[in-house]
């Protein structure tokens, strides 16, 4: 158990040693299922490629709704995997749905005063306590002429950062850094420099995630605790349309009223699709019909190859990678 006399951030919990900055291994766990990548440096060039990519089943009830309630039914799990590829270091994933996502705009502060900054707001802005609680936080804009610093604010109750430490380093890994899936799936499948607003949509069997990404920085995130059928069904299409035009308008609406206070903000005019569900055909068209803004798969490997190198890996299956490579593309910039 982490005991702490003052309130820290995700990476006080995860210091990075400088010979750490290039892990390249990712590791999601998901209520259905583990999922890894490994990445290594390209021969010619700054890029990565792919060297595994791999996901195992988990027992059923271990992980509800993010919630790891069995950790030692994954300990094997992750013993093997450790142990096939030569795991110690690892970036994982905390469970968006249980995490508290917001922006704001604070005055203007230099920047090592900004973890403080942001801690005298947490309670105000999500239900949990300050000392209960882990924080990170994106800078979006910052403008030291009005004073101004925009923010995205990611918060997670610490007990479930504790969980998912303690799982991992008993099984000999020690976790490096945590991310939230929006942010690592933006870091995969957002081209680096693209500053316009885009929702990327996370389509997996048990859920659904609307995401939110402007300045390249997750600004909206809601998650839905269905998706398409494991079987390929997709009974939920209409609650899943609702609350992408809801998730649209809501957006657009706040653009046009930051417009006009002066704020630069544009309406979404482009949709990414990933998860299992991604490259569903069928179920993209129907789901997407009533959609006002154009859609595709995601390119996991967008930002991942200086060389335009894409891995031999079918794109259906790419789809469901997208956090595990963002994870680690997160230590390549």
């Not at 791999?54 to 039914?73: D, F, M, R, Y």
């Not at 309406?267 to 154009?294: H, P, Q, R």
Request: net charge negative.
């Amino acid at each position: 158990m982490i005991v702490s006399s003052r309130q820290r951030t995700f990476l006080d919990f995860f210091p990075v040693p400088e010979f750490l900055l290039l892990s390249t291994t990712g590791i999601v766990i998901t209520d259905d299922d583990t999922k890894f990548v490994q990445l290594r440096r390209e021969i010619f060039g700054d890029g990565f490629e792919l060297a595994h990519a791999t996901k195992v089943a988990n027992p059923k009830g271990a992980v509800e709704s993010g919630l790891i309630s069995s950790p030692a039914e994954l300990v094997p799990i992750l013993k093997k995997l450790a142990l096939h590829y030569g795991i110690h270091y690892a970036c994982a994933i905390l469970p968006e749905e249980k995490a508290y996502l917001f922006t704001t705009t604070i005055g203007w502060v230099p920047h090592e005063g900004l973890k403080d900054a942001v801690a005298f707001i947490i309670e105000e802005n999500a239900p949990v306590s300050l000392a209960e609680s882990v924080f990170d936080f994106e800078i979006i804009d910052e403008d030291r002429g009005t004073g101004k610093i925009k923010l995205a604010v990611s918060v997670l109750p610490k007990n479930i950062v504790n969980t998912y430490v303690e799982l991992f380093e008993s099984v000999g890994i020690t976790p490096i850094s945590f991310e939230l899936e929006s942010q690592a799936i933006s870091r995969a499948v957002v081209h680096y420099g693209d500053k316009r607003p885009c929702i990327l949509i996370n389509l997996s069997p048990k859920k659904t995630g609307f995401y939110v990404v402007e300045k390249g920085v997750v600004q909206f995130s809601t998650t839905l605790s269905y998706g398409i059928g494991v079987d390929g069904s997709y009974s939920n299409l209409n609650d899943l349309r609702a609350e992408m035009r809801k998730v649209l308008a809501f957006w657009n609406v706040r653009s046009e009223v930051n417009s006009k206070s002066g704020e630069s903000e544009n309406k979404i005019e482009k949709a990414i699709l990933c998860g299992t569900g991604g490259n569903k055909k069928d179920f993209v068209e129907k789901f997407m019909s009533e959609g006002d803004v154009e859609y595709s798969p995601a390119d996991v490997w967008l930002n991942m190859s200086s060389r335009g190198h894409v891995p031999e890996i079918p794109l259906d299956e790419s789809l469901d990678y997208a956090s595990a490579i963002g994870l680690v593309l997160s230590h390549t910039r």
